[in-house]
């Protein structure tokens, strides 16, 4: 019996032995004593998650290796529980591989851990001209690491009223201490607080108890020397029923928060309003906010507006369905010294203004126009506008310019500017557009062409004298010049040509076209795309600019993430529903951290490839993801059939696209559900699905090339993979 019982003992332990072997070579995760299965863990932009169920410990322990660093405990407010699953997001990682290690706390002391595979963390994309003149906007540096002597804020539903901060408030050092977020921003506009300060939000945050008329308001008083980063943790911190205004600050980062349901007296979800410089807002979800007295506020006032501030980077945000998406400019005047950089935003089914400009010098490149109803970029009151490899489908007029062109052709053939002038008869400006892809049903005037497009289609120019009725200048190098000969009509003004002034311009690459939809599919918005996601329907929205009313209502129903991604079509279905439960997580609302102030040598530009047959993979679910959706666009050097083997997570090993032959392969039975969808929004018939032995395989070979986005269900929820049909 004794022998018999050893002998089962040892079978048993052997197997067990085995199991646990078996996922870790999966590449999950690696043992010691484990108990904590993850069931996910990433790398993303300079930054790392990982998810697992909990196993019925007290808290958890989670530490970082990496980069130079080892076993660094993060602060315990980044671990959130969501029901019965557990997340960490880890921020301030400079580019480079790390591990996270998750231990299981009992009794006040670690038992087992978990130490996560190598994950790979990237730069954000620094460019533009925020970072102007040696300026490094926000509380982190030039590598993502946190700046010395940094205090980071941490605001939840249950903590926005009662966070604690001792402010230094006199010259003589005086300390006050500040109660809740806008008594503490109104505290160092004082300005004798010289410390980095990072807000981190955490979940759903609906008003707090102290705003300014329904607003945050960060006014630093025009003081130099002072820098901030207010940004969202993970995929669901969400300023709700509330924006940000900021006024006289500069260095200011804004990034990674969904702003929805705003009803503040000023009704923008960001604005600038005036006397900032150095400006960087980025990564950000816009949605709807209330309704406004204006009959073009139906949806909200400003999404993202800037007036009377110079040196602003606004890149990588993603706009859903706004009515009026970027104002720039108020009362400037023609003297110049505004400059502003739109790059990698998707204008996902928003109207207009992408961006609206008065005075302005603005560089807008790498730009998705995705189904706009109104127009994308307007000209006025002089402003200078360098449209670069700009990506429009479907967007009835991609660039106007006030009182000529398009603007008061209106796709007809007679010239009215009574009736058809989009910008209150504002004087024009000058767009100077290069390398812009334009398809579906839109309407261009190029300066001095024969023929134009008309609702898509290439037309004689007839009685229009396009040298004087013109929507933009196109050139065909980048660093061509507009000369001083090409006017406005209204105003006779002309183009300064800041683009290719080497005193003014600042460093940077700029993707093709198709380079941006796929770099702006996987990167715009929060980390995962949000976790609140919506499908349009392309054969309404895009020529609709009513209000969404499925989309508003899912807005307004939604109380916060149960740590599953929500998703929503303008057929009102719901494919994973909300939950009323916010994220809970322990700890204090403050820390203080300090680092080094060394900058990083690596690039903060992140490889593209062009010929890519493997454009990137991502979990919806968050379920199990090797390859994160905030990687970019990535070459493969391999041959044949490359498949997603070389970047799905174990998991999803078995769908795949065959660049050899063309073809979508899945080689699973767990797949329940499929669809496959162009970035021009088209969806790919897949009924003509064969069995190839066990596999099924889905020909392609007759689609165009580009990029295809592909969505699957399995046990483990819905998941996406996107890839490049050349």
Known sequence: MVWGYCLALFVVGCFMKHVVSIFACAGLFVVANAQVSLQTASGALESAYAEWASDGSDSYNVYYSGAGASDVKVDAPLIRKYGSKYRVDVVGLKAGSYTLKVASVKGGKETASTTSKSLTVKAHDRAGFAFSNGHVPGAYNADGTLKSGAVVLYISESTKNTVKLDVVTSNKGTVTESVGLQNILTSFKKGYDKRPLVIRLLGNVTDPEVTDKGDITIDMGKKEGLSMTVEGIGNDATANGWGFRVKGTQDLEIRNIGIMNVDSDEGDNITLQQDNQYIWVHNNDFFYGHAGSDKDQVKGDGALDCKLSTYVTFSYNHFWDNGKSNLLGLKEGADGGYYITYHHNWYDHSDSRHPRVRYYSAHVYNNYYDGNAKYGAGSTLGSSVFMEANYFRNCKYPMMTSLQGTDVYASGTKRDPTNNGTFSKEAGGTIKAYNNHMEGSYTFIS?????????????????????????????????????????????????????????????????????????????????????????????????????????????????????????????????????????????????????????????????????????????????????????????????????????????????????????????????????????????????????????RVLDMSSLRAGVYIVRFKTSLGLQTMKFVKN
């Open 447 to 695: 300066y001095g062409a024969s023929k134009y497009i008309l609702k898509g289609k290439e037309t004689a120019i007839g009685d229009i004298d396009s040298k004087v009725d013109f929507d933009a200048y196109v050139v065909t190098s980048r660093n061509d010049q507009v000369p001083s000969s090409v006017k406005s009509y209204s105003g006779e003004n002309t183009y300064n040509n800041f683009d290719t002034d080497k005193s003014i311009m600042y460093s940077y690459t700029a993707d093709s076209p198709e380079q941006a939809v796929a770099n702006v599919r996987a990167y715009a918005g929060r980390l995962q795309g949000g976790d609140f996601k919506w499908t349009f329907d392309n054969s309404v929205d895009d020529a609709s600019s009513d209000v969404n009313q499925a989309l508003k209502d899912a807005l307004m129903a939604y109380k916060g993430s149960n740590g599953e991604v929500m998703e929503y079509s303008s057929s009102s279905s719901v494919i994973q529903s909300s939950s009323s439960e916010s994220p809970k997580s322990s700890s204090s609302s403050v820390k203080v951290e300090s680092s080094s102030s060394a900058k990083s040598s690596s690039s903060s530009e992140t490889p593209k490839s062009s010929s890519s047959s493997v454009v990137s993979s991502s979990s919806e679910k968050t379920q199990s993801s090797s390859s994160s959706s905030s990687e970019k666009v990535e070459s493969s050097s391999s041959e044949g059939t490359i498949g997603l083997a070389n970047v799905m997570p174990t998991v999803s090993r078995e769908i795949f696209y065959d660049s050899r032959t063309s073809s979508l392969v899945i080689g699973t039975s767990d797949v329940t559900r499929l669809d496959i969808v162009g970035v021009d929004g088209r969806r790919v018939n897949i009924t003509d699905i064969k069995s190839v032995g066990d596999a």
